[in-house]
């Protein structure tokens, strides 16, 4: 089976700030995905982001960057110069490739909720 | 391209009623998945579509939970005689390819179901 933990609930930064929202995962597959999502206060869960287990070069789009790090099963979420429209739950998630069962539905972790104040 | 549509955005339901919640996922989109997500928590998956077939419905909390895609396209999640514990916002998220694709999912806005 497999477990995502996200061990911040909430998170408050004043604007411009720097903030790193923390994901842990476990899994027992070698060929994995991970995602991270945003949720505003509309609800609608937003794609930010996907990494295969194979790829571990980190990622930056913008003020986003990404360490994906498997020696400690961690996928963290860095925020540069934080602005208020980024104020949301952030989710990160975890499929396996298929293996002849199920299906590669996500598991989420609890969520991260950011709190940006200007 | 508009994305993942859901309706009704709001739905409140007498403890024992029945409920239809609607899913209309992007053009083309071979996969459909429902996750129900409670106050303050991830989602969790209830099952799965690739095209017409219910592949995976390992998630559904009780067979009071029904899902169907009978054209492929359109999805309606069905919940009979609603608990309160059925109350959280149920979301329908689909993806451009099948079973083996592990595509990206991408999300509706969600139906938020509460039950008096």
């Known amino acids: 089976a497999q477990k995502v933990t996200q061990a911040q609930t909430e998170i408050s930064v004043v604007e411009k700030e720097d903030v790193t929202l923390d994901c842990v995962y476990e899994?027992?597959?070698?060929?994995?995905?991970l995602f991270w999502y945003k949720q505003p206060p509309s609800g609608e869960l937003v794609f930010l982001i996907r990494?295969?287990?194979?790829?571990?070069q980190n990622e930056i789009s913008g003020r986003y960057s990404w360490n994906f790090q498997k020696s400690t099963s961690s996928f963290n979420f860095t925020i540069t110069a934080s602005q208020v429209v980024d104020s949301a739950v952030y989710f990160c998630?975890?499929?396996?490739?298929?293996?002849?069962?199920?299906?590669?539905?996500?598991?989420f972790g609890k969520g991260t909720k950011l709190s940006v104040i200007p | 391209g508009a994305g993942v549509s859901q309706s009704p955005r709001y739905k409140v339901a007498k403890r024992g009623q029945d409920v239809a919640l609607r899913c209309d996922p992007i053009?083309?989109?071979?996969?459909l998945f429902w996750y129900q997500q409670a106050l303050g928590q991830g989602p969790e998956f209830l099952t799965y579509?690739?095209?017409?077939?219910?592949?995976?419905k390992s998630g559904l909390p009780s067979d009071r939970f029904f899902a169907e895609r009978p054209e492929g396209s359109v999805s309606t999640l069905k919940i009979q005689r609603t608990q309160q514990e059925d109350s959280a916002v149920y979301l329908c998220?689909?993806?451009?390819?099948?079973?083996?694709?592990?595509?990206?999912?991408?999300f509706g806005p969600g139906t938020r179901l509460t039950v008096l």
């Open positions: 998220a689909s993806s451009e390819g099948g079973l083996t694709s592990t595509d990206t999912q991408y």
């Open positions: 899994t027992r597959d070698t060929t994995y995905y």
């Open positions: 990494r295969n287990s194979f790829d571990e």
């Open positions: 998630a975890l499929t396996i490739a298929y293996s002849g069962a199920g299906s590669y539905q996500l598991t």
């Open positions: 053009s083309g989109h071979v996969s």
């Open positions: 579509f690739q095209n017409e077939a219910q592949l995976d």
